[in-house]
């Protein structure tokens, strides 16, 4: 495959050449590191131990005497989250240059892939090296979209802050973080007022965004997960009446917004006008839509597949590979087939299939790896667990698409069902759902069991996904056919199901915005997690 071109020249439409030109330093670096990804990795090296400075973690590790990339390699192991806990659980409490010279600003909470948060920190660098890729990936999407500047950005995130460490951080989600960190102009284009993201009920916040978000000539959407855009149309019709009173009286007490705290609203009242009322409640007849912008890869791929089908012409642009370690690869192209990585920001590398360790510069097209990053926040050869494939080029940089968790998949007998392949299996399958998950059932012969909400039947959607997972997975196929595994179980899930448990999940802090669909349960305790009072 040639390699793909950034396409970020001077020329262009009189928004892009204006926001080019407030950031062409950042862009002279960017281009030219995506020429050279070694020095750039070299560059950020020195950065990270310069800005260490007297930090225990480096001083430890004796850091200090790193001048080279093999130094480093050498001075620090790679660790899982596991093993880095106990340093991020002292700056949690309040310690100073536990991991950094720098201030920690605060701590990012995620959604956690099992269930339990992590808290993350945050420094004003790593802030910054965030900021710079969200920058450059938006300068891609305005050149592409001028009709942009003329509306508003409908944008979904969560709380910035709603918890406070044991040592006074404040803990809170990275998109509110980086909603409150925009300039002022350009929170001025956000369609839904900051203060919607402090109404503590989800479905409340949802009815406020959707009353704020009609009313307004939104042109672009914008949050990670693609099933919460699907969840929020379907409650846009399922809440047309109420919508409709609220929109015609300039007023937000309607529905779910009963339940919105006095306080809260009472801030809201200033942003709330009549608006005209739809007549069709289509996303795409709402709304003049130019761009909706969401993870399309992975196990978010099922659900980006359905999105894309609702909207229709509508672009749906890949946000990259993000999360709330950092910005680690971006696209400058909806039609680019993966993300180039950020090697300005963050220093990134790859273990192989082999268990061989790899820089950007030495990774193939075809290559599938897992990612392990250093960051200006404090994560030294952090082990994210994310597996990505290499698809192609851009200059020199490898362009990456996100698989999935690595290490996260169903095995019984060796077959090792990934989160991706059962969503490629759904996606294979004429039907209306509206989510699903699958575990496995042990016993003399163990076997997989599929839950979902929708409506089709479920003997016939029991054959299609065992038949759609041997195309897949050839170990399945095995050991089906030899009968290690017994016949794949479907059970039926109770109408609203996986909106509750989104809800459970955000009441107990989760990142509404950000919260990952559970597409896999790997113990029992994540099955009951997600099923609730719903037995298999």
Request: hydrophobic letters at 40%.
């Amino acid at each position: 495959m040639p390699s793909t071109i950034p396409e970020l020249g001077p020329r262009g439409h009189l928004n892009y050449r204006l926001l080019r030109f407030a950031l062409r330093p950042l862009v002279r670096q960017f281009l030219s590191d995506l020429e050279d990804p070694k020095k750039a990795t070299e560059r950020q090296i020195k950065r990270l131990i310069l800005a260490g400075g007297d930090a225990e973690f480096l001083t430890e590790h004796g850091a200090r005497k790193v001048e080279s990339l093999s130094d480093f390699r050498a001075a620090i192991p790679v660790r899982t989250h596991t093993a880095f806990k106990p340093w991020l659980d002292r700056v949690a409490l309040g310690e100073r240059k536990v991991l950094v010279g720098e201030r920690t600003q605060m701590l990012l909470e995620t959604s956690g892939t099992t269930g339990t948060p992590k808290h993350l920190p945050v420094t004003k660098t790593w802030a910054d090296h965030v900021q710079q890729a969200q920058r450059l990936w938006t300068l891609g999407l305005v050149r592409d979209h001028p009709e942009l500047s003329k509306g508003k950005a409908l944008t979904m995130a969560s709380k910035a802050v709603h918890h406070i460490s044991p040592g006074g951080l404040s803990i809170g989600s990275n998109t509110g973080r980086i909603r409150d960190a925009q300039p002022g102009w350009l929170r001025r284009r956000y369609a839904v007022p900051a203060e919607v993201m402090n109404i503590a009920d989800p479905a409340a916040r949802q009815y406020a965004v959707l009353r704020f978000g009609i009313a307004a000539d939104v042109r672009s959407i914008t949050t990670a997960n693609p099933s919460l855009l699907l969840l929020m149309f379907r409650r846009m019709n399922l809440w047309r009446e109420a919508l409709s009173e609220d929109l015609a009286n300039g007023t937000l007490c309607h529905g779910p917004a009963r339940h919105i705290d006095p306080t809260v609203l009472a801030k809201l009242q200033r942003h709330l006008r009549p608006a005209t009322v739809p007549t069709d409640w289509a996303p795409t007849s709402i709304w003049d839509l130019s761009s909706v912008n969401c993870w399309t890869g992975g196990p978010a791929a099922f659900f980006a597949d359905k999105l894309k089908v609702l909207l229709g012409d509508v672009p749906v642009r890949e946000l990259g590979v993000t999360a709330s370690e950092g910005s680690f690869a971006f696209p400058l192209s909806a039609d680019w087939p993966g993300s180039v990585l950020w090697v300005g920001g963050h220093v990134m590398e790859f273990i192989d299939a082999q268990g061989k360790l790899k820089w950007a510069w030495e990774l193939q097209q075809g290559d599938r790896v897992r990612l392990i990053v250093s960051t200006a926040a404090g994560l030294y050869r952090y082990d994210m667990e994310d597996e990505l494939e290499v698809v192609g080029h851009c200059l020199n940089t490898p362009l990456v698409r996100f698989i999935g968790k690595s290490g996260r998949y169903l095995n019984t007998v060796g077959e090792r069902v990934t989160a991706a392949q059962v969503s490629q299996a759904m996606m294979a399958i004429e039907g209306d759902f509206m989510g699903f998950s699958m575990g496995v059932v042990m016993g003399d012969t163990p076997s997989y069991t599929l839950v979902f909400e929708g409506k089709t039947d479920e003997t016939t959607l029991a054959f299609r996904v065992d038949a759609a997972l041997a195309r897949l997975n050839v170990e399945y196929a095995s050991k089906r056919s030899s009968g290690r595994l017994a016949p794949l179980s479907v059970r039926r899930l109770k109408a609203g199901h996986y909106s509750r448990y989104r809800e459970r999940r955000v009441s107990a802090g989760a990142p509404d915005s950000q919260l990952k669909d559970p597409i896999l349960a790997l113990d029992d305790t994540e099955w009951r997690r997600i099923i609730g009072d719903e037995v298999r």
